[in-house]
């Protein structure tokens, strides 16, 4: 969910092209991922091309050169723990299909909600009352725990600088704050 830009003709879109592939353009998003992050900022470079097996699949290439991968640069960034639970906020330095949602399985912590990266994993362990609310509230999402909001970049025609943010669906904030008040820090 959140941001995205759309170019209305052939020279904006290549002058918009120009300034993500010069990394001017800033695309940031924030995350709901399983797990406590061992870091509170980490860098994820690893390439990223078609699953060697599951061809309808992007995954971390380990011999790039062989499988045709591509760079792809993630900056990762814990906003709250909570437990079974991080916010993660999510910088892109390139921007791979999937980039994002196959970074944090990489590090370890899958979006949730994310039937293709994360095996759709739910909460197991906890109170009762806790594990349905949770598992409630993750089924209700449209979509991963993923949200793009904040976008910066300049105007093709004027270079004035834009930015632009968007709040958290409401599914994904109703789950945040859920888990903030439940699972606490």
């Known amino acids: 969910s959140g941001l995205m830009v759309v170019?209305?003709?052939?020279?904006a879109h290549h002058a918009l092209q120009r300034q993500i592939q010069a990394r001017a353009a800033v695309r940031k998003y924030l995350a709901l991922v399983w797990?406590?992050?061992?870091?509170e900022q980490a860098v994820v470079d690893a390439p990223i091309g078609r699953h060697p097996?599951?061809?309808k699949k992007m995954a971390v290439i380990e011999s790039p050169a062989v499988h045709r991968a591509r760079t792809a640069v993630t900056d990762l960034r814990v906003?709250?723990?909570?437990?079974?639970?991080a916010l993660v906020e999510a910088k892109l330095r390139t921007g791979r299909t999937h980039q994002i949602r196959i970074h944090a399985a990489y590090a370890g912590h899958p979006i949730?909600?994310?039937p293709v990266y994360s095996g759709n994993r739910r909460l197991q362990s906890?109170?009762?009352?806790?594990?349905?609310?949770?598992?409630?509230l993750i089924d209700a999402l449209r979509g991963q725990a993923l949200h793009a909001y904040f976008l910066s970049f300049e105007h093709p025609r004027t270079a004035k600088l834009l930015e632009f943010t968007a709040p958290m669906p409401e599914e994904m904030e109703t789950l945040v704050?859920?888990?903030r008040e439940k699972c606490g820090q």
């Open 35 to 39: 797990g406590n992050p061992g870091f």
């Open 53 to 55: 097996v599951d061809r």
């Open 126 to 136: 906890g109170r009762k009352e806790l594990l349905l609310g949770v598992n409630r």
């Open 177 to 179: 704050t859920y888990i």
């Open 112 to 114: 949730v909600g994310d």
């Open 7 to 11: 170019a209305k003709n052939d020279a």
């Open 79 to 85: 906003l709250e723990r909570f437990g079974a639970f």
